[in-house]
């Protein structure tokens, strides 16, 4: 009985966690006073920082639509290489409480 009660509670964890992913955007807006030539970024717990998500550059004052499709986690690391400039690194920035609004990089 154990058992069961143990794999239909780690089978409801799955499905939840399933269920609450979505899709999470907001606009990353360069005001560090120079072009900013890589974004890179992914969830505080994986230590990855992923693939470069610019295809080209953000110029200071630019401003650039991102969407992190299909994420259950809210919490992500981010580094920005802006020419001129030494990396910049932002942990734990919570993207469900940016969902839909300006993300200012300065």
Not at 34 to 62: F, H
Not at 79 to 87: K, L, S
Request: charged share 20%.
């Amino acid at each position: 009985m154990r058992k069961t009660l143990f794999a239909a509670a780690a089978a409801l964890a799955l499905c939840s966690s399933v269920a609450s992913a979505r899709d999470i955007g907001f606009s990353v807006v360069n005001k560090t006073g120079g072009t900013m030539k890589a974004l890179y970024g992914g969830p505080s717990s994986s230590g990855e920082w992923g693939s470069n998500i610019l295809q080209g550059t953000i110029p200071n004052g630019g401003t650039l639509e991102v969407t992190i499709s299909g994420t259950s986690t809210c919490k992500y690391d981010f580094r920005y290489e802006v020419a001129g400039h030494e990396p910049l690194e932002e942990y734990g920035v919570d993207i469900c409480a940016i969902d839909g609004q300006e993300f200012v990089i300065e």
